[in-house]
């Protein structure tokens, strides 16, 4: 018999199934979409946090107030006190000029910059309000040298520049209702400043650090909310995480890792452990998504069982006009097959579409320290053209096991004692 009869028989015993053939169906579908979803926005995630992590640069390391001490699922930043499963020690010390000075004589750290951070109250653009705005205060001496933001047009902050700022392109492009150009005027907190750059992304304004100062609340005259430190030899970057905090509890007199009261974040050693983190889980949710899996397999097998019984009389007339039993045996397993097909195609596209409202909803939230770096992982899908063949050929695969034995059975029948089935 052909391969072509084959399968069109195939088909035929599949669009002729009873609902309990369609029921195994959606077990499938529901096993697949499970899956698809748990991967789509785990590969999600994980290019997200590359993206951010990139912005972040891994030359760039951060030191922050206060000792975060991991107790979940994130990683905390900053000195607003608990982010994203972290808790800030509240012996947190505000960093100083002098921790600038001891950082730079540290071997390995290319340039040091102290910044400020607050929310401006009320920033006005063409006679509109925008409420509660970030506002980096930056060193403008070093600050083109160390951050890994990018321009559109016009440029960054220079040595000379008093009510100068630079904006994200979020505010640039949508949060006044029309487009901000370079060189309008901008006025923050009662005070007029000119827009110098526009930066590809964000929606934070960039300002020269003793302006800043003047306009942010709770902000010292000689303290930092942030010092970012850039590193020359990225190898080196866990040992010079290592000098930092040393130097630092020395010239803080800080002789007890258990009384430190600052963080240095290495954005490289943040992303692996983050990674290893959505790993596990994705593993734990991807057991979970394969019990579905099993059970539509049992099923699949249920189905053929039943089926080879309720076509014993055809498989008895098959044999008598002269089909082999891999004839038999071959049409039983593309039913199977096509039955994980149908559920995989299913799953794909019921795994999309849940992916893509989990993801709508917010993601995991994640913070990094004290350079604004927080958001939701997670808040996109990424569904690849591998994925989707994986998951059709996966399902096609569990279906043709679990038919196997069923198939096997079928081509074994006596055509005398199958015409006699009853």
């Known amino acids: 018999m052909k391969l072509k009869k084959s399968f069109q028989l195939a088909?035929?015993?599949?669009?002729?199934?009873?609902?309990?053939?369609?029921?195994?169906?959606?077990?499938?579908?529901?096993?697949?979409?499970?899956?698809?979803?748990?991967?789509?926005?785990?590969?999600?995630?994980?290019?997200?946090?590359?993206?951010?992590?990139?912005?972040?640069?891994?030359?760039?390391?951060?030191?922050?107030?206060?000792?975060?001490?991991?107790?979940?699922?994130?990683?905390g930043g900053g000195?607003?006190?608990?982010?994203?499963?972290?808790?800030?020690?509240?012996?947190?010390?505000?960093?100083?000029?002098?921790?600038?000075?001891?950082?730079?004589?540290?071997?390995?750290?290319?340039?040091?910059?102290?910044?400020?951070?607050?929310?401006?109250?009320n920033t006005v653009y063409s006679?509109?309000?925008?409420?509660?705005?970030?506002?980096?205060?930056?060193d403008v001496s070093v600050w083109k040298d160390i951050t890994t933001e990018k321009l559109t047009s016009g440029r960054f902050l220079n040595l000379g520049d008093t009510y100068s700022i630079v904006i994200g392109n979020r505010i640039a492009a949508?949060?006044?209702?029309?487009?901000?150009p370079v060189n309008s005027k901008i006025t923050i907190e009662g005070k007029s400043f000119n827009v110098v750059g526009i930066l590809e992304e964000g929606s934070t304004i960039y300002m020269p650090i003793d302006v800043a100062r003047t306009i942010?609340?709770?902000?010292?005259?000689?303290?930092f909310n942030s010092i970012s430190v850039k590193i020359s030899d990225v190898s080196l970057a866990n040992q010079t995480v290592t000098d930092i905090t040393q130097q630092l509890m020395l010239s803080r007199g800080i002789l007890k890792e258990n009384k430190r009261d600052f963080t240095v974040t290495n954005p490289a050693a943040m992303q692996a452990t983050i990674e290893a983190m959505m790993k596990t889980m994705t593993l734990f949710l991807g057991a979970i998504a394969a019990i579905s899996l099993i059970v539509g397999a049992i099923g699949i097998a249920n189905s053929m069982f039943t089926s080879v019984?309720?076509?014993?009389?055809?498989?008895?007339?098959?044999?008598?006009i002269g089909a082999k039993n891999r004839d038999i045996m071959l049409i039983f397993l593309l039913n199977s097959g096509l039955i994980g097909f149908v559920g995989g195609f299913g799953g794909v596209v019921l795994?999309?579409?849940?992916?893509?409202?989990?993801?709508?909803?917010?993601?995991?939230?994640?913070?990094?320290g004290g350079r604004g770096f927080m958001g939701g992982l997670g808040s996109f899908t990424l569904v690849t053209p591998q994925l989707i063949i994986g998951a059709l050929l996966f399902s096609v695969l569990i279906g043709m096991i679990a038919g196997a034995i069923p198939a096997y059975r079928a081509s074994k029948l006596n055509p005398v004692d199958a015409l006699r089935y009853e």
């Open 309 to 320: 019984l309720e076509k014993t009389k055809d498989i008895g007339i098959m044999k008598s």
């Open 11 to 75: 088909v035929n015993f599949l669009f002729h199934s009873k609902l309990r053939s369609w029921l195994t169906i959606i077990g499938i579908v529901i096993g697949i979409a499970a899956v698809v979803s748990i991967v789509s926005i785990s590969l999600g995630a994980q290019q997200q946090l590359e993206e951010r992590l990139g912005q972040l640069g891994a030359d760039v390391l951060t030191v922050s107030p206060g000792m975060q001490r991991a107790f979940g699922g994130g990683f």
């Open 127 to 138: 006679s509109k309000t925008a409420k509660n705005v970030r506002v980096n205060g930056v």
């Open 216 to 223: 942010l609340e709770d902000v010292g005259e000689k303290e």
């Open 79 to 121: 000195p607003e006190g608990e982010r994203g499963g972290t808790s800030v020690s509240s012996s947190a010390k505000n960093l100083t000029a002098r921790d600038v000075t001891v950082i730079k004589s540290i071997s390995n750290v290319k340039y040091v910059m102290g910044q400020v951070s607050g929310q401006a109250k």
């Open 174 to 180: 949508t949060m006044f209702g029309k487009e901000i």
């Open 351 to 368: 795994g999309f579409i849940s992916s893509t409202a989990i993801s709508s909803l917010g993601g995991v939230q994640i913070s990094g």
